[in-house]
């Protein structure tokens, strides 16, 4: 291919970080490549929660809309971030390898405050809030956005005990503190750890050289994730959990519906073959749907537009 890829990114320092890593990829292939920055308004805005500014799709549409005006030949995503369905004409062209799906509580000074009724966590996912007060009931949740390097500094500047962050995003930007506790109880949001490269749907040439950097596994797993999340008609505005792994021939997933006070939590867990897990998420979905989750689902609803 004789053109240059125009790589679409937002501007904090972790999404140019996974975008040059797709640049790397890329160039490693033979495929000239350049950096185009670009703001989104979920960057923009850090004084509302994301369920109120639009939620999932918010840190997404910016660069879709660029890819659409041909400014950018693809889009370089947190998976976590982009919604289940894709809008029209843009598709996923490659999901690369997973990193770690943990989140991780960054804390201050000592952990004592878990083993007291007092304590206050920053967070500003309902996901993260809703399955800490399952297991702190009476501990408090303060909002929190921004980018990573806000966040942390905001940590710093307050009198809060910790705040919940994705582990793989740490880790890339090497941020992670020493004073941090690996939350390995806290089931991941659908697809957290990996990076998406999105491209236009009759671009074959761009589409192609994504492939290219496609890891096969992670995408299955990902692609169970966001089925689970699909079916219970969730996204950034409700309290789903889902993780996905490959142990040899068989896919073995866990998912979570909890409510957003942390009072009722619905849990699912099975395994499927690899031949036969194209319906495994929906499948998990379902049977929490079954068991309460649509009643749970749309109680959660209510709450958040109240």
Known sequence: MNRTIKIGTRTSQLALWQARMVQSKLNAFGHATTLVEISSKGDDTLDKPLHEIGGMGLFTKTLDEAMLRGEIDIAVHSLKDVPTDLPDAI????????????????????????????????????????????????????????????????????????????????????????????????????????????????????FAACQQLNHSETALVVAVERQFMKTLEGGCTAPIGGCATVRGDQVHFKGVLTALDGSEQLLVEKTSSLKACDRLGALCAQEVLDNGGKILMERIQKEIKS
């Not at 020493?178 to 009759?202: F, S, T």
């Open 91 to 206: 598709v996923q062209a490659a999901v690369l390898e997973r990193a770690t799906t943990h989140d991780v509580l960054v804390y201050k000074g000592s952990l004592d405050f878990l083993e007291s009724v007092d304590g206050c966590i920053a967070t500003g996912s309902l996901r993260r809030k809703a399955q800490w007060l399952h297991r702190y009931p009476t501990h408090q949740i303060t909002g929190l956005r921004g980018n990573v390097n806000t966040r942390l500094q905001k940590l710093k500047d307050n009198f809060w005990n910790g705040a919940i962050f994705a582990m793989a995003g740490l880790e890339r930007i090497d941020l992670l503190p020493k004073d941090h506790l690996v939350l390995d109880w806290m089931l991941p949001a659908p697809a957290q750890g990996a990076v998406m490269v999105a491209a236009l749907e009759g671009d074959s040439d761009v």
